[in-house]
């Protein structure tokens, strides 16, 4: 699939908040909502998760099919072609079968958030570019 630069920025960072969110000790309890855990976080802490999820994550994303979006939408895939990207981008995982199934599990729910937290997608014959640039 072909997303551009900032559609992948802003899915890596949907897919990150609630991942550095489980890191920290309240959320298990429920005391912090993921958005305030980002916010709460330097830059440099911020840099670590987006590094270390943009690994596994951008290829996923990449590996996904091509699939038409109509303007305004966001793209759509099936349980199936998440899974297959998942897949085909992890490799060889350490351990058995069983680590490799939560692996696996652990990535599509990440590639799904950060699906979903992509923006809906603009026609780029109607981008009006102010003209004082």
């Known amino acids: 699939m072909r997303f551009t630069e900032h559609e992948l920025t802003v899915a890596l960072t949907a ?3 609630p991942v ?3 890191q920290k000790r ?3 309890k429920g005391r912090q909502d993921p958005d305030a855990v980002w916010s709460e976080m330097t830059g440099y802490e911020r840099y670590q998760v987006l590094d270390a999820l943009g690994g596994q994550l951008l290829p996923a994303l990449v590996a ?3 699939v038409e979006v109509a303007t305004g ?3 759509e895939f099936s349980d ?3 899974l297959a990207a998942v897949e085909e981008t992890l490799g060889d995982a350490p351990g058995g079968r069983m680590r490799r199934k939560v692996v696996v599990a652990a990535r599509v729910a990440v590639l799904r958030a950060a699906l ?3 923006p809906p997608r603009s026609d780029p014959d109607t981008l009006q570019v102010p003209d004082s640039l």
Do not use: M, S
């Open 15 to 17: 897919a990150a908040k």
């Open 116 to 118: 979903a937290g992509l």
């Open 20 to 22: 550095a969110a489980a």
């Open 64 to 66: 996904l099919p091509d």
């Open 80 to 82: 199936a072609q998440v």
């Open 73 to 75: 939408t966001r793209p």
């Open 26 to 28: 309240g959320l298990r």
